[in-house]
């Protein structure tokens, strides 16, 4: 017993030193729990080996240790929680796969790692036990197959399943997407970059956390079989993101000489309604014949940094003799909202304004010094203002400019504020349909097949983004090509949902357009009010079912007859002092 027990400590011992040496640190502490491994800051905890364990799966206890040592190695935790978002699935997902990175690179470092983790990894997959935690099959996908791609090795068990969901998911763009992850693999910051792109496309960013209530979701479930999937329902416009509803709907797992695991075709319909756009909750008698092509996507994705930075620079040369009346506006608005702010002071103060109030105990007592007063800051809490740019051919020139300029001086005044903005474009990916209208057409052109044309919805500035570190995007605004047709109602409903989604009390939504949706595809095909009569009911629920100021500025028309808060801009250089003043009397009406 005794010597069982030496062997268990020299064990310790010698994985301790293992994991120092690995890890690059002498001064990490290693500590030995019940629980499982993990780090928490210079403190490693490692499971509590026992002779038994040891004996019977040594290895796996190396790989435990050796990815804990590597993480200290190989991963900044600075860079990876810059990426963090409020989706827990897509936080899970980062997680996993950024442990793919590191153990993949380990791999490549140190052989025995190599050998010890792929057995690990076979262990665990093959112990899975499907149960209905749908989020845990989800990332246990990207987790096995991210592993799998990035270090050449076939795991046994569910991974063909897990690689085969995948795949399916990412469509033609897999092998792009890891091979593009192998070449970053020494880059943790291009690597973070990579995920956050398809995560994006796969729409799982724009996701809320799941994290409503088992009533809740079968209530969704319900009300969902009453429904055309392609139909849209706003009531729950406020309720899960499409991804809850697909996760609900997960098939059970298949039991196999009663050991159970996960089939083919179970992974194959996991997740599988996950929707690229943003969920727009069919409204009746509105569907797109497909949206396997349609995209949200960083402006940064766009084009190459160079290029951003010609059309940054190309974008301020236009509009230079335009810039000091915006900026006078800016300004005039951040006075306009500075003023509208609670006003609160510090007393009892020995520098700042004088305190009339105390003027009788000044003249009973000069020396008394606590007799000034200092006006506190008070920031505009919990606010979000989007701007949702028309990207239409129509904008091409003066409008779209102007519009461009706007919204980078809007930005910049607003966060002087303490108010976050986002700046948001739709538009589509090609003229005429695009790939939509060729599946179409390969599909023998069935009657009314809806939207036909591919969706891009452009994302310039986040909310949480910093103004100068988005500021180059709004130059993508003049590269030829980016405009074309516009699909109006489905991108107000990605706009409203990515706001719903926020925590913020205050919410406005500012729409600039230069008329009605036009898609030569989707109109050739369907009535000839289709896209407009959604944009009409995509209005009407936002402007009646949601806490959303919506705001609209035509420019060159009258859209008034869409929006009840509307504005027309007839001369193209009227826009940026319409927008301000606009933006300044909502505040003023909600500070009112």
Request: hydrophobic residues 35%; charged residues 30%; proline residues 2%.
């Amino acid at each position: 017993m005794l010597e069982n027990k030496e062997i268990v400590n020299n064990f310790k011992k010698s994985l301790s030193a293992t994991v120092k040496s690995i890890g690059k640190s002498e001064n990490l502490e290693i500590k030995f729990v019940e629980e499982n491994p993990s780090i928490n800051g210079k403190q490693i905890n490692l499971k509590i080996p026992s002779f038994t364990s040891i004996k019977k799966n040594l290895n796996y206890i190396r790989a435990e240790a050796d990815t804990i040592a590597l993480e200290i190695r190989l991963h900044k935790s600075l860079i990876h929680n810059k990426y963090l978002s409020s989706s827990n699935i897509a936080n899970e997902i980062f997680h996993c796969m950024e442990l793919s990175r590191i153990e993949a690179k380990g791999s490549l470092i140190f052989k025995g790692i190599k050998s010890n983790i792929f057995k690990k990894h076979s262990i665990d997959i093959n112990n899975i036990v499907q149960n209905n935690d749908k989020e845990k099959t989800f990332i246990n996908s990207f987790r096995y197959v991210s592993y799998g791609e990035l270090t050449n090795q076939r795991l046994d068990g569910k991974y063909s399943s897990y690689k085969k969901f995948i795949k399916k998911k990412l469509g033609k763009q897999y092998d792009n997407y890891f091979d593009k992850l192998r070449t970053n693999i020494n880059d943790q910051e291009k690597f973070a970059n990579q995920i956050k792109f398809i995560l994006n496309n796969l729409g799982i960013l724009e996701n809320a956390n799941i994290n409503n209530s088992e009533k809740e979701i079968s209530e969704q479930k319900n009300e969902s079989t009453n429904v055309n999937s392609n139909d849209t329902n706003y009531e729950n416009i406020d309720k899960q993101s499409d991804l809850e509803s697909s996760l609900d709907e997960m098939k059970q797992s298949t039991i196999v000489e009663g050991k159970e695991e996960i089939g083919d075709e179970s992974v194959e319909n996991d997740l599988n309604n996950i929707s690229i756009i943003d969920s727009i909750d069919r409204i009746k008698g509105y569907k797109y014949f497909t949206n396997e092509y349609d995209e949200i996507i960083n402006a940064e994705d766009l084009c190459d940094i160079k290029e951003l930075d010609r059309l940054r620079l190309s974008l301020d040369q236009q509009v230079f003799t335009f810039k000091p009346l915006i900026a006078k506006l800016a300004n005039r608005l951040q006075r306009k909202l500075l003023a509208q702010q609670n006003r609160q002071w510090e007393f009892n103060l020995e520098e700042g304004y004088l305190d009339t109030s105390r003027l009788a105990k000044i003249i009973a007592n000069p020396t008394n010094k606590l007799t000034f007063k200092k006006e506190k800051n008070t920031e505009f809490k919990d606010t979000i203002v989007t701007l949702l740019i028309d990207n239409s051919g129509s904008m091409r020139g003066r409008p779209i400019t102007v519009a461009a300029l706007c919204s980078d001086i809007l930005a910049r005044t607003l966060e002087k504020c303490f108010i976050k903005t986002e700046i948001l474009g739709f538009t589509t990916k090609a003229w005429k349909g695009g790939k939509s209208r060729e599946k179409w057409i390969n599909d023998n052109k069935k009657e009314n097949p809806g939207r036909l044309n591919d969706l891009r919805h452009i994302i310039y500035k986040s909310g949480d983004t910093p103004w100068r570190r988005a500021k180059k995007n709004l130059g993508l605004l003049l590269r030829e090509g980016i405009l074309k047709e516009n699909i109006d109602g489905e991108a107000l409903m990605w706009a409203c949902n990515r706001m719903n989604r926020r925590e913020e009390r205050r919410k406005i939504l500012i729409v600039i357009s230069d008329g009605a949706p036009v898609d030569d595809s989707t109109l050739s095909v369907n009535p000839g009010n289709y896209l407009e009569k959604n944009l009409k009911e995509s209005i009407f629920q936002i402007e009646n079912k949601t806490n959303i100021d919506l705001v609209a500025i035509g420019i060159g028309h009258d859209v008034s007859r869409y929006y009840k808060k509307a504005i027309t801009v007839m001369d193209v250089d009227q826009l940026g002092e319409v927008l301000l003043n606009e933006l300044s009397d909502i505040f003023t009406l909600i500070n009112s």
